[in-house]
């Protein structure tokens, strides 16, 4: 099984998610915040949700206030954000760090095994990480990677 089902993370309103529970879907996980000049890629994470979410995909968006300070509200904030400006209705989780001594273990995890163009660290906000069926990482974007640039890597990983 592998390392990234070993994983959990609270979502948005607090409640633990297992990783276990996406096995056998294609992941993809992004760091967002609502104040970034990226933040309408909400818009394009979710249309790929719609158009693919019955075939296995899974877009899980994790809140972070570690670049410029683009992500200073609560869950409710953020969670009325995503649903009232762009519907987001895949999977939010509670705000966490992705760089640094605090990152959350599944970006330690990301970071190690796809690092970047210039090391390991998240640049910026909305920068993604697409994981094929069997939770192996296949792919890292930048954040100025468009979500539907993604999708041919997505339909390929959807099989």
Sequence with gaps: MSEFY???????????????????????????ASQCGFTPQY????????KYAAQGLVILGFPCNQFGGQEPGTADDISQLCQLNYGVSFPMFAKIDVNGAEAHP????????????LGEAIKWNFTKFLIG??????????????????EDDIVAALG
């Design 6 to 32: 070993q994983f959990s993370a609270n979502r948005l309103a607090g409640e633990p998610q297992p990783m276990a529970d996406y096995a056998n879907k294609v992941v993809l996980v992004v760091n967002t």
């Design 133 to 150: 069926r069997d939770g192996v990482p296949i792919k890292r974007y930048a954040s100025i990677t468009k979500p539907e640039a993604l």
């Design 43 to 50: 818009a394009g994470l979710e249309a790929l949700n719609k």
């Design 106 to 117: 599944i970006y330690q995890w990301l970071k190690q095994d796809k690092p970047g163009f």
